[in-house]
Structure formats: structure tokens, C-alpha cells
């Protein structure tokens, strides 16, 4: 009953901000799909590839440390059990695959951890951007726009969450300011020198 309630009001207070009714004042609502926006934006696909480049630079030097404890274990193969020597080697190829193993999962989260900034970083230009279309196009408000979920593997006991969650039901593509968005912030990307 409460969230029938609570659904009505917001669906009443959309429906007023669409018409203009609120405060006597002529607003709208727009939509961006933010999934396609990310996807078509060049500096995205920049950041991709500088991140894909620094994964590689990274995995061709874990490949390299593992060669040389490779190396150190044929070396330690060579030596007699038991001997100094063969003790030194040990330790030395213990420490080195400890060392290899660290520096190779610290690189990983590090590397990670640029990816998660770049994203936020290009989401929050994405945040602004819109807002600058959407009060150039006379938008007050731009919702989020979601592809229409498939139901094929939903069980059926998720059904009712999943279309409870929706935020948009139906947009006129007149509406959609992703196109817009995206044009503009590739321009921004290509002339930003």
C-alpha cells in the first residue's frame, strides 16, 4: 500500500515537472543513456587503450621475473642439496618469487585502481556536460536512461524487483540528449590543444 502510494506521488510529481507545472515555470525532463555515452566517447576509448598499454608493459615484465626465477630454479637444480651454496640459492629464489608475486598483484590493483579514477573522472565531465545541454535544450531535469531489461533468465521470483527498479518506462527519442552529449564532448576532446 505505502509503495503504491509513494509511486503515485512520484509518478504525480513527474508527470507536473513534464507539463510545466511546478512553480508556474516551463521545465522538462531529458534522458541520457550514460552506458552508451561512456562507450562512444573518444577520450574514453583513449583511456582504454593507455590502460590496455600499461597492462601489457606490466604483463611482459611479470613474464620477464618469472623467467628469472626460472633460471634460478635451474640454477638451484644444479647445486647439492644440502650445501651453503645450494641454501643461498634457495633463499635467493624464495625471495624473488615472493618479490615477483608482490610486485605483480601490487601492479594490478595499482593499475586498477587508475582505471576506477580515469572512469570517475570522465563520468563526473560526463555529469557536466549534461547539465550544460540540458539547460542550453531548456531541460530542468535528465534522467537516466536504461535499455529495456530481457526477462529470459530472470527467475521469476526477481521479475518483480527488477521492473520495480526501472527509473524511465518509455522516452521519446526527441527527449534522448545522449547523441548531443557525446558530440560535444568529442569536439572538446579533439580541441582541447
Given amino acids: 500500500?505505502?509503495?503504491k502510494l509513494a509511486l503515485s506521488l512520484v509518478a504525480a510529481l513527474l508527470l507536473s515537472v513534464t507539463t510545466g507545472l511546478v512553480e508556474g515555470a516551463a521545465t522538462g525532463v531529458a534522458v541520457v543513456d550514460v552506458e552508451k555515452a561512456m562507450n562512444s566517447l573518444d577520450q574514453?576509448?583513449?583511456i582504454e587503450a593507455d590502460i590496455k598499454t600499461q597492462y601489457e608493459r606490466i604483463k611482459e615484465e611479470?613474464?620477464?621475473r618469472r623467467n628469472k626465477?626460472?633460471?634460478l630454479q635451474e640454477d638451484l637444480e644444479l647445486l647439492q642439496a644440502g650445501t651453503d651454496a645450494f641454501k643461498q640459492k634457495f633463499d635467493e629464489f624464495q625471495l624473488r618469487a615472493i618479490e615477483a608475486e608482490a610486485w605483480w598483484k601490487f601492479k594490478q590493483i595499482s593499475l586498477s585502481s587508475e582505471r576506477v579514477l580515469q572512469i570517475?573522472?570522465?563520468y563526473h565531465k560526463l555529469l557536466n556536460t549534461i547539465g550544460k545541454v540540458a539547460s542550453e535544450n531548456s531541460y530542468s531535469m535528465v534522467m537516466f536512461k536504461e535499455k529495456t531489461?530481457?526477462?529470459r533468465k530472470i527467475k521469476p521470483e526477481a521479475l518483480s524487483a527488477i521492473i520495480a527498479l526501472r527509473k524511465v518506462l518509455w522516452v521519446s527519442n526527441d527527449l534522448d540528449l545522449t547523441d548531443q552529449v557525446v558530440?560535444?564532448?568529442n569536439n572538446e576532446w579533439k580541441n582541447r590543444r
Fill in 44 to 46: 574514453m576509448t583513449q
Fill in 1 to 3: 500500500m505505502k509503495q
Fill in 120 to 122: 570517475g573522472n570522465m
Fill in 149 to 151: 531489461p530481457s526477462f
Fill in 69 to 71: 626465477l626460472k633460471q
Fill in 62 to 64: 611479470h613474464t620477464s
Fill in 183 to 185: 558530440l560535444r564532448m
